[in-house]
């Protein structure tokens, strides 16, 4: 399965952005979904998770209270709503299958990443 993410872009710090990442097939809804950020220079990070049937999420500190991950199984898509942005939350946004189906936090148990998507937040 390929894992197509989109929605970034350039925005001014307390905007919103809505990123999408959408499955090729059927196969990951049964898997848990996550959101990874990469800063230049700096190592790739988790940002958000949910488990397969929506009903967990676990978010990074950073974020917490501003962004909102969330899922539509019968579009094969998962949504990262990020509001009140900040310049910091500039990076490369990937989306990522995990190999269970809860929120994991570490991303060494994500096995099918998808491109990442150019988050910009001008302050």
């Known amino acids: 399965v390929q894992l197509q993410a989109s929605g970034g872009g350039l925005v001014q710090a307390g905007g919103s952005l809505r990123l999408s990442c959408k499955a090729s097939?059927?196969?990951?809804?049964?898997?848990?979904m996550g959101w990874f950020r990469q800063a230049p220079g700096k190592e790739r990070e988790f940002v958000a998770a949910?488990?397969?049937?929506?009903?967990?999420?676990s978010y990074a500190d950073s974020v917490k209270g501003r962004f909102v991950i969330s899922r539509d199984r019968a579009k094969n898509t998962v949504y990262l709503q990020m509001n009140s942005l900040k310049p910091e939350d500039t990076a490369i946004y990937y989306c990522?299958?995990?190999?269970?189906?809860?929120?994991?936090?570490?991303?060494?148990?994500?096995?099918?990443w998808g491109q990442g998507t150019q988050v910009t937040v001008s302050s």
């Open positions: 097939d059927r196969s990951t809804s049964n898997n848990g």
């Open positions: 990522a299958a995990n190999r269970f189906a809860y929120s994991a936090t570490s991303q060494g148990v994500y096995n099918n």
């Open positions: 949910m488990s397969w049937n929506g009903l967990s999420t």
